[in-house]
């Protein structure tokens, strides 16, 4: 165990895990927009991640931007990430609604049980997961370097670096359009309406097979937004990518309280850094132990989550 | 079953070419073992041709005493590979194998060809456990994964002259393995080490670690799907030690990963001998013969042939005294000077570690490793 490690630095670690935290929270979106309404777990939603992550490969590609392309500009590192939020969120959303469409919709028409949702969820996530496995032939896909980190300020003794500030930043923005839309728009007051009693939002006229696509929708794009930070950030992606940021996210959504915007956000940082801190007293390779013994403990005192579960009361 | 048809036509075909009048010592087999279809088809191409190379060279300089080079085409397929070990066992002409190519399906083939007799010698299958399944006919004429550790070490002690290295590895049979060779043959040059999970992709402990640890150098025990993002977070964080990594990174698409940038200047070892470094008119012969460059495995290929042929030209020509034959060889081969131990290993001398470097975006090779 080496506390003093963590002591020193403190603030370092803090910056590297509220980076790969605010990656975490944005893809933890997604499994809570879609329990909140649904109450079911997505777990195919890891592998709307990974459509992402090659989608942004794919487009940096088609726009000159392949492997061995030179550092583009400022402009063209801003233009090349839009091409990429836009074109992994499309590719991203659309994967989670053709997911809804064939593995959840059918189920829902006729009634089926829980479990059944449960086992065409993990059924929906392998298939995906091979299909890309055996598209890519295993082989993991590689981009060059879009941001060259410099050192922006000092704080507490870490070096912040624009990548990072990037990544931290892009998350809170995107989360913050995601809560405004579902918290000040029309069709946000639908979802809301949904998540909180289906019966009498149909009864008042929400169609509720057009929310649940919007959720989908947007859960998909969230991911999307994700897999272009993951790419900028790691560089390197493969078919199954998605298996352990999926978990991660998952944990971090029901760490936060499952269902609950402001839970996924603070969930997925909070993971990020805790997990960071876990690595550094008791090395590398007790990262993730350390981050489930705390979901777990936070579960034995919070049982809903840090900040409870409800997508229809999340206003406050 | 493609494969089996195919290796059937080969078959048939070998012995309608086959010369019939000459004496029966005169109509010896080796079989090549390994890809020729599916997606890891290109290192079975590269090694065939290797082996095709010494067998026509040899027939040219035989040519009153044939042998023939029967193809068995697994598709680097394990499931495969006890049916098309099988064929081989029953064709009673073919003595030895160049091959199998893979060790997945090294695993399931030697002990069915090994029971019966038939002489492995593979050039490509590097897995360490394929010694220690008991086949005795079984030889590999190169280093296993574990045995470029050394290698590697020696080569960052006395030619990069590091002084402080971090070691990392990813737990895995070969990461861990390498890493604690290097640990051991670098001793108090180690400062620090540390452990990554399979599929980490996020190393800012771990990276922060060695910034503050003073390391001179990196050495990394794993795969390439770690490798690539973890060197450049670490250049990202201003990490300037030196890296260096086993065959497991070995690869373009870690250059890839990582950007050249990053990449750049990165050490890669690999007990493989690049073919336009082997000896002799070896990669000239080679180009003349299939029109292309002599590619990985070729040159272990070409001697892996050459030694069984050299036993059959000598009058071995039943499996029994193949492979006594084979146990006692020593010589100068393209790639490296050849001895094996009892279990099938090359002699921990005779293991040809190459270092390589990443320049220009680019794997080159370097200069072969010291050995002390």
Redo the contacts between chains.
């Keep these: 165990m080496n506390f003093q ?1 963590v002591l ?2 403190l603030a ?2 803090t910056v ?2 509220l ?2 935290g605010s990656i975490y929270a944005l893809v933890a979106l997604g499994y809570t927009l879609v329990y909140g309404v649904l109450r079911l777990i997505n777990f195919a939603h890891s592998e709307v991640f990974m459509i992402g992550t090659f989608t942004t490969t794919i487009i940096w590609a088609a726009l000159g931007f392949g ?2 392309a030179a550092a583009p500009s400022t402009l063209g590192v801003l233009g090349l990430i839009l091409a990429a939020v836009l074109a992994a969120g499309a590719a991203s959303g659309a994967t989670a609604l053709v997911v809804e469409r064939v593995a959840y919709r059918p189920l829902r028409k006729r009634n089926a049980p829980p479990l059944i949702f449960l086992i065409s969820a993990i059924g929906a996530s392998v298939a995906l997961m091979e299909a890309a496995g055996a598209i890519t ?1 295993r ?7 879009l941001v ?2 410099k ?1 922006q300020f000092s704080i507490f003794g870490a ?1 912040v ?1 624009n ?1 990072q500030l990037g990544i931290i930043f892009s998350a809170l923005l995107m989360w913050v359009g995601l809560d405004t839309f579902i918290n000040r728009s029309r069709l946000g007051r639908g979802v809301r309406a949904v998540a909180q009693n289906p019966e009498v939002a149909a009864l008042m006229g929400v169609n509720k097979d057009r929310v649940i696509m919007l959720i989908f929708i947007l859960g998909g794009a969230m991911a999307g937004a994700a897999s272009v930070l ?1 790419d900028v ?4 992606t ?1 078919y ?2 998605g ?2 940021i999926g978990i991660k996210a998952f944990t971090a959504a029901v760490l936060g309280g499952i269902g609950n915007l402001r839970g996924a956000l603070l969930g997925g940082l909070l993971l990020g850094v805790v997990e ?1 801190y876990g ?2 007293v008791f ?3 007790w ?2 132990v350390v981050a489930f013994l705390v979901l777990v403990v936070v579960l034995l005192f919070r049982p809903n989550g840090l900040l409870g579960e409800s997508l229809g009361r999340a206003r406050a | 079953m493609v494969g089996l048809l195919v290796g059937a036509a080969a078959c048939a075909k070998d012995d309608d070419g086959g010369d019939t009048t000459s004496a029966s010592s005169c109509d010896s087999k080796i079989a090549f073992f390994g890809a020729l279809t599916g ?1 890891n088809a290109q290192l079975g191409i590269n090694i065939r041709d290797g082996a095709k190379l010494a067998v026509d060279e040899y027939n040219k300089a035989n040519a009153n005493c044939k042998v023939t080079l029967v193809e068995k085409d697994s598709a680097g397929d394990p499931a495969q590979a006890s049916g098309l070990a099988t064929s081989v066992v029953q064709d009673a002409k073919i003595l030895g194998t160049v091959g199998p190519a893979f060790s997945g399906e090294s695993k399931v083939a030697n002990p069915i060809l090994s029971k019966e007799g038939v002489v492995i010698i593979t050039p490509s299958a590097t897995n360490p456990a394929l010694s220690k399944q008991g086949d005795k006919t079984f030889h590999r004429a190169l280093g296993n994964d574990a045995s470029q550790g050394p290698g590697a070490a020696l080569y960052m002690k006395n030619v990069m002259k590091v002084q402080k290295t971090y070691v990392i590895d990813d ?1 895995s049979e070969y990461g861990k393995g390498l890493a604690d060779q290097v640990k051991t043959t670098l001793a108090a040059g180690v400062i620090g080490s ?4 399979e ?11 060695i910034n ?1 640890s003073g390391a001179d150098s990196i050495f990394w025990g794993g795969y ?2 770690e490798a ?2 973890f060197l ?2 670490f250049r ?3 990490g300037k030690a030196k890296f260096v990594a086993g065959d497991g990174v070995k690869d373009p ?1 870690f ?8 990449a750049e200047g990165a050490i890669l070892t690999c007990p493989c001998v690049p073919p336009e470094k082997a000896g002799g008119t070896f990669a000239a012969d080679y180009k003349t013969a299939t029109g292309h460059e002599a590619s990985t495995y070729s040159a272990e290929a070409f001697d892996a042939a050459n030694i069984l042929l050299q036993g059959i030209k000598a009058g071995n020509t039943t499996r029994e005294k193949l492979e006594t034959f084979v146990d006692g060889y020593t010589g100068e081969g393209v790639t490296t000077k050849f001895k094996f131990q009892a279990d099938g290993d090359i002699d921990p001398s005779a293991v040809a570690v190459w270092a390589y470097t990443v320049k220009g ?1 680019q794997i080159v090779a370097l200069e072969r490793t010291p050995t002390s």
């Design positions: 490690f020193d630095n370092a670690l590297t895990g980076t790969q492997v061995g032939n082989q993991p896909r590689g981009m060059p370097s060259f980190p050192v070096d670096t990548l993951y950030k790691v560089g390197l493969t199954s990518v298996f352990l960071n690595a550094g090395g590398n390779q990262m993730d | 997606g737990a540390g452990v990554v999970k599929q980490q992709t996020d190393f800012g402990t771990l990276v922060q670690e503050k390439l799907r690539a993002p450049k977070q990202e964080a201003g698409k250059v890839e990963g990582a950007g050249a940038t990053a975006g």
